[in-house]
């Protein structure tokens, strides 16, 4: 340990939020990397987190899991992911129960008022703990907070941000989003309800999704510094650098079809649909980020009383195999995605649900049923135990199915409860993780399509088979999203105010 940190505690960094999806990860992200460039040693950390996108990184025994986030600005920050930065992950199940993840590893499944009345101690001192231990091996810590950091009727058990704030000393940095209007009056309210001691850690504010000329919120930023001393130490413009999203509040609307891709001018009839059922318990939909980088490439969350009208199907992961695979079959979307001609590829909870059946149901869902007969696409079938599998992987890959040319190395991460075992004619073209037939690949490996020698086969696949010209495919054409997002802040925000020039 060096002289600095044997005299010095780690500065901390928490960028707290006037109400839920105003920009917290990505003004975090943007951080860690501005950080890193400097040469400051930087690590992010967010104490609870509720989010069905998880990865699977190192732990302090075996493998863990933690929230997308940290694991992107831990990639931002240059640093190896932990449990560390994300040491308590609440996984939404419905019906008002969450599952329980405490340094990387799931403790059970509890209600909101179970968890608050019998876990809340072990939360907040497994949150300092692992605060501990980062504070000593990095100069800087940029926590996230959740929400909004003023909720009074939560004040007591806000562990992300009240609780942050206080044990970690932070310096608070507000981020509100103009684009729901009102960001004065939320800011000002936000100040108003912080905690008095905590109102005193405010080092400044930060306007999100601006869309126009900053000349005209001149007076309006004037009007809040003069009310409360606070600086506004930037305005973001309305972007989106690329950085993989948090939770499904990014997704349409229920209801809504929204196609996403990376076109740029690219013809319709030049163009690719890969339709993803938008599962009511969907998760790790960031799998899909890479392929919606590929230009020509468009991805449709379905809503499962719609249509499929695509040249492809991707099943997604799901926090629920059996629920929503259920739900799958009361919609009519079942037999549709049976009926389908195109390739389709399974993931995770979407693998299972490809296989003939899902037994001991009972262990994973609440509805009482033990046995679920799935879509019956692939030759296997799903055991579920209550021991959950999260661990990094590598594997050599021998092509096949939607996946056929793809040669060589892949690289991804499980986390799933169940066992799948073949039981027919299938081929099996990375090991254990998955099996495949002519058109139909399923397979537990989250991250596949990171991997550039599996997207470039599967969309070259889905071209040649839908009979479309591929404009190009392959590597994403746009820069890091990590790089993109530093230079958001560096070109918006008033960073030495901020004071990290010094760092």
């Given at each position: 340990?060096?002289?600095?940190?044997?005299?010095?505690?780690?500065?901390?960094?928490?960028?707290?939020?006037?109400?839920?999806?105003?920009?917290?990860?990505?003004?975090?992200?943007?951080?860690?990397?501005?950080?890193?460039?400097?040469?400051?040693?930087?690590?992010?950390?967010?104490?609870?987190?509720?989010?069905?996108?998880?990865?699977?990184?190192?732990?302090?025994?075996?493998?863990?899991?933690?929230?997308?986030?940290?694991?992107?600005?831990?990639?931002?920050?240059?640093?190896?992911?932990?449990?560390?930065?994300?040491?308590?992950?609440?996984?939404p199940r419905g019906d008002g129960e969450?599952?329980?993840?405490?340094?990387?590893?799931?403790?059970?499944?509890?209600?909101?008022?179970?968890?608050?009345?019998?876990?809340?101690?072990?939360?907040?001192?497994?949150?300092?703990?692992?605060?501990?231990?980062?504070?000593?091996?990095?100069?800087?810590?940029?926590?996230?907070?959740?929400?909004?950091?003023?909720?009074?009727?939560?004040?007591?058990?806000?562990?992300?941000?009240?609780?942050?704030?206080?044990?970690?000393?932070?310096?608070?940095?507000?981020?509100?989003?103009?684009?729901?209007?009102?960001?004065?009056?939320?800011?000002?309210?936000?100040?108003?309800?912080?905690?008095?001691?905590?109102?005193?850690?405010?080092?400044?504010?930060?306007?999100?999704?601006?869309?126009?000329?900053?000349?005209?919120?001149?007076?309006?930023?004037?009007?809040?510094?003069?009310?409360?001393?606070?600086?506004?130490?930037?305005?973001?413009?309305?972007?989106?650098?690329?950085?993989?999203?948090?939770?499904?509040?990014?997704?349409?609307?229920?209801?809504?079809?929204?196609?996403?891709?990376?076109?740029?001018?690219?013809?319709d009839d030049r163009t690719i649909t890969?339709?993803?059922?938008?599962?009511?318990?969907?998760?790790?939909?960031?799998?899909?980020?890479?392929?919606?980088?590929?230009?020509?490439?468009?991805?449709?969350?379905?809503?499962?009383?719609?249509?499929?009208?695509?040249?492809?199907?991707?099943?997604?992961?799901?926090?629920?195999?059996?629920?929503?695979?259920?739900?799958?079959?009361?919609?009519?979307?079942?037999?549709?995605?049976?009926?389908?001609?195109?390739?389709?590829?399974?993931?995770?909870?979407?693998?299972?649900?490809?296989?003939?059946?899902?037994?001991?149901?009972?262990?994973?869902?609440?509805?009482?049923?033990?046995?679920?007969?799935?879509?019956?696409?692939?030759?296997?079938?799903?055991?579920?135990?209550?021991?959950?599998?999260?661990?990094?992987?590598?594997?050599?890959?021998?092509?096949?199915?939607?996946?056929?040319?793809?040669?060589?190395?892949?690289?991804?991460?499980?986390?799933?409860?169940?066992?799948?075992?073949?039981?027919?004619?299938?081929?099996?073209?990375?090991?254990?993780?998955?099996?495949?037939?002519?058109?139909?690949?399923?397979?537990?490996?989250?991250?596949?399509?990171?991997?550039?020698?599996?997207?470039?086969?599967?969309?070259?696949?889905?071209?040649?088979?839908?009979?479309?010209?591929?404009?190009?495919?392959?590597?994403?054409?746009?820069?890091?999203?990590?790089?993109?997002?530093?230079?958001?802040?560096?070109?918006?925000?008033?960073?030495?105010?901020?004071?990290?020039?010094?760092?």
């Amino acid at each position: 340990m060096d002289a600095r940190r044997d005299s010095e505690p780690a500065r901390t960094i928490l960028v707290a939020g006037t109400a839920s999806h105003v920009g917290k990860s990505t003004v975090a992200a943007g951080l860690c990397r501005v950080l890193a460039d400097r040469g400051v040693d930087v690590a992010p950390y967010k104490a609870q987190n509720m989010s069905n996108n998880a990865r699977a990184v190192p732990g302090r025994d075996a493998g863990g899991e933690i929230g997308v986030s940290q694991y992107v600005q831990s990639r931002a920050a240059r640093v190896p992911a932990t449990v560390d930065m994300n040491p308590v992950l609440l996984k939404p199940r419905g019906d008002g129960e969450s599952q329980v993840v405490v340094h990387g590893k799931a403790v059970g499944h509890y209600s909101a008022g179970s968890y608050y009345e019998a876990h809340w101690e072990d939360a907040l001192a497994a949150a300092r703990e692992s605060y501990e231990r980062l504070a000593s091996d990095h100069d800087v810590l940029v926590a996230e907070g959740a929400g909004s950091v003023a909720e009074p009727n939560l004040r007591d058990r806000d562990l992300a941000n009240v609780e942050t704030a206080r044990f970690s000393d932070a310096d608070i940095l507000l981020i509100a989003d103009i684009e729901r209007g009102g960001v004065f009056a939320s800011l000002v309210g936000t100040l108003e309800l912080l905690p008095d001691d905590l109102r005193d850690q405010v080092v400044g504010a930060i306007i999100t999704k601006f869309r126009g000329d900053r000349a005209i919120l001149r007076p309006g930023i004037e009007d809040f510094e003069d009310r409360t001393d606070v600086p506004v130490l930037g305005v973001l413009p309305y972007d989106d650098p690329g950085l993989p999203e948090e939770d499904s509040v990014s997704l349409p609307p229920e209801g809504e079809c929204s196609l996403e891709g990376t076109n740029d001018g690219i013809p319709d009839d030049r163009t690719i649909t890969i339709a993803v059922p938008r599962l009511p318990q969907i998760s790790n939909f960031t799998d899909f980020g890479p392929l919606e980088r590929v230009p020509g490439v468009r991805i449709a969350y379905v809503p499962l009383d719609e249509s499929l009208d695509a040249d492809a199907v991707v099943l997604p992961g799901t926090k629920n195999t059996v629920d929503d695979l259920l739900a799958l079959r009361e919609s009519g979307m079942a037999e549709r995605i049976r009926s389908f001609e195109g390739p389709i590829v399974g993931l995770c909870g979407g693998y299972q649900m490809l296989g003939e059946r899902v037994t001991n149901a009972a262990v994973e869902s609440a509805s009482g049923t033990d046995e679920v007969v799935g879509l019956g696409l692939l030759p296997v079938e799903t055991h579920f135990q209550p021991e959950k599998r999260v661990e990094s992987v590598t594997h050599e890959i021998d092509g096949a199915g939607p996946f056929s040319g793809a040669v060589g190395t892949v690289t991804g991460y499980e986390i799933h409860m169940g066992r799948t075992e073949l039981d027919g004619e299938a081929v099996q073209p990375f090991g254990n993780c998955g099996v495949a037939t002519e058109r139909v690949l399923g397979t537990y490996l989250h991250g596949i399509f990171e991997n550039e020698n599996v997207r470039r086969a599967f969309v070259e696949t889905v071209f040649e088979r839908a009979s479309v010209a591929s404009p190009r495919t392959g590597t994403q054409t746009k820069p890091s999203p990590y790089d993109r997002t530093a230079k958001l802040l560096q070109n918006h925000v008033d960073l030495e105010s901020l004071d990290v020039s010094n760092l």
